[in-house]
């Protein structure tokens, strides 16, 4: 079955310090993977999305992800976190077929420190 | 670009009760998505149409959700009766080839 496992639920960091999240999958097939950022009463925010090619993909905001096919992972990464980041991290996976249904991770809060 | 309109943003309803939900989604998009977020998960979707029909809608609990999307634009999702765990962010989708645009959400509470 296809599934999204987001180890962390709570993060802390300090502003400027680096960010890692991790995002674990499983899935079939070659799977499309994103990430997901949501602030309080916000709906969903595309950061970036991977479907072929480099495995190391840019978003907005700053933030890049890595696709490691070996180990099932998607983990999203900032080297320098800013307050405006505290939100909820979301990473999903979808179908490559024309549905597009994604399945969604339980989510990481992400904590910025002064 | 507008984006997917959701409304209303808010409801309190007491269990039993009837509640209605409104979509209108990014123009031009053929395909839209109904996701429900409980507290402290990620989104979980319940219903997907393409255009007017139904594409997917294996997680709907049809005993008490319903949706529609006329003329293959706006959506609603009615509850009735509600239950406490009903109690969600009901959050829209529509997608363009490789992304879907969410709207806002409805917060949904349940007393």
């Known amino acids: 079955a296809q599934s999204v496992t987001q180890p962390d639920i709570h993060i802390t960091v300090s502003e400027g310090a680096s960010l890692e999240l991790r995002c674990n999958y499983s899935?079939?097939?070659?799977?499309?993977l994103f990430w997901y950022v949501q602030s309080p009463g916000q709906g969903l925010q595309l950061l970036l999305k991977?479907?072929?090619?480099?495995?190391l993909v840019q978003g907005i905001k700053g933030f890049e992800a890595e696709f490691k096919r070996s180990q099932s992972s998607f983990n999203l990464r900032k080297p320098s976190v800013h307050w405006s980041d505290a939100a909820e991290y979301f990473c999903?996976?979808?179908?490559?077929?024309?549905?597009?249904?994604?399945?969604f991770g339980q989510g990481t809060t992400l904590q910025v420190k002064p | 670009e507008a984006g997917v309109a959701q409304s209303p943003r808010y409801k309190i309803i007491e269990k039993r009760q009837s509640v209605a939900f409104w979509c209108n989604p990014i123009s031009g998009h053929a395909t839209l998505y109904w996701y429900q977020q409980i507290l402290g998960q990620g989104p979980k979707l319940l219903i997907q149409f393409q255009n007017n029909g139904v594409v997917d809608d294996s997680q709907l609990p049809k005993d008490r959700f319903s949706a529609e999307r006329l003329k293959g634009v706006d959506s609603t999702l009615k509850i009735q009766p509600a239950k406490l765990e009903d109690s969600a962010v009901y959050l829209c989708?529509?997608?363009?080839?490789?992304?879907?645009?969410f709207g806002p959400g409805t917060r949904l509470t349940v007393t």
């Open positions: 989708a529509s997608r363009h080839p490789g992304e879907q645009y």
């Open positions: 899935y079939g097939a070659t799977p499309y």
């Open positions: 999903a996976v979808g179908s490559s077929g024309n549905t597009g249904k994604l399945i």
């Open positions: 991977y479907f072929s090619g480099d495995t």
